[in-house]
């Protein structure tokens, strides 16, 4: 009643990223998806870098399912993460979103073909430039002290004082980091070639014990690294309301389109300066 | 005490390997300026691929940690 025959799974391209050539020695060191190897699909002067994926595991329907299941996506962000971070110290990279998967070589032939221009525009202005990312928290106890209340109303209304610049300090302490972090965007954004503001993460997510108030992405010539990270560093010493953290490099990630839309939702308004 | 955890100067090792945060990495990888965009996984908008992973991520973390003060 049942049969031997195993149902022939049908393959996909999950596309890791377009550079201009891929150096296919270099793709053979290189692991990808479910530990496979990858392969350059080349078309329209362009080279795009690809897994074979199972559709019955990356096609839409399963991916919806996968993506929703912590161990999966951990491990397809971190796999899908290597190709392009390999990718990335070879040349300029324009890194594909996760979870873009293609039919077949054709199809992903044809997309180099027609995105030619925009690709090959965005290699042009990634190449040679990485991207850092800077995060902020809120330091606890850094509001700057108002005057302690004096004289007055005797020890009833000091205590009332005292009980309500406690309560104020928290939410306080919040305005002061955020507009912190704004300043220090500002001046990041200046010394960068391009900047954009991710949106703070979820404390559960990040694990800090105390809110993000900037979580900045920058584009940052090659040349000009060692400056970019020392201006950090003198932000943070100018800013000690707010605690920065420097990671990086990055392949561009945030920096793939030209302009990248500023996100719909921030918890952190940009200073109006 | 303030302090800055800058990256160790990566600018002298490029190839120096370090842990990369899961956050950090899905900040990236979900949905930072499409310029591709996949023909199986078309009608996954972003908006999409964003909320089913959070959903993920925060059930498994909600899981793991005692839940916080409300907001």
Do not use: C
Request: aromatic residues 4%; hydrophobic residues 45%; without cysteine.
């Amino acid at each position: 009643m049942s049969t031997t025959a195993e149902p022939a799974v049908t393959v996909g391209a999950w596309l890791h990223g377009v550079v201009s050539d891929a150096d296919d020695a270099v793709l053979a060191t290189v692991t990808g998806m479910d530990g496979g190897t990858v392969r350059a699909v080349r078309a329209a002067g362009l080279a795009a870098v690809v897994s074979a994926v199972p559709l019955d595991g990356y096609g839409e329907e399963a991916l919806r399912r996968n993506l929703a299941d912590l161990a999966w996506l951990e491990r397809a962000a971190r796999s899908h993460h290597a190709v392009v971070e390999a990718l990335s110290r070879t040349g300029p990279v324009v890194p594909a979103r996760l979870a873009t998967v293609h039919h077949d070589d054709t199809r992903v032939a044809a997309m180099l073909a027609e995105r030619r221009a925009d690709l090959a525009g965005a290699l042009d202005r990634l190449a040679g430039r990485g991207e850092w990312g800077v995060k902020g928290y809120v330091v606890p106890g850094a509001v700057p002290r108002t005057e302690e209340p004096t004289g007055g109303g005797g020890a009833g209304a000091a205590y009332l004082r005292r009980r309500r610049a406690q309560l104020t300090a928290r939410d306080e302490g919040q305005r002061i980091a955020a507009e912190a972090a704004a300043a220090v965007h500002v001046a990041l954004a200046r010394y960068a070639v391009e900047a954009r503001r991710h949106t703070p993460q979820d404390r559960r997510l990040s694990g800090a014990s105390t809110a993000m108030v900037l979580n900045g992405a920058y584009l940052v010539d090659a040349g000009t690294v060692d400056g970019f990270a020392a201006l950090v560093r003198e932000l943070a010493d100018r800013h000690p309301e707010v605690r920065l953290e420097l990671t990086g490099p990055w392949p561009p990630y945030s920096f793939v389109t030209e302009r990248p839309e500023e996100e719909a939702v921030h918890t952190v308004r940009e200073a109006a300066w | 005490m303030v302090t800055t955890q800058l990256a160790p100067s990566t600018a002298d090792d490029p190839l120096a390997y370090r842990p990369v945060a899961l956050v950090d990495l899905l900040d990236r990888v979900l949905g930072t300026g499409v310029v591709i965009t996949g023909d199986i996984t078309l009608a996954i908008a972003d908006i999409d691929l964003v909320r089913i992973s959070l959903r993920a991520l925060v059930a498994s973390v909600g899981a793991l940690v005692p839940p916080e003060v409300a907001s």
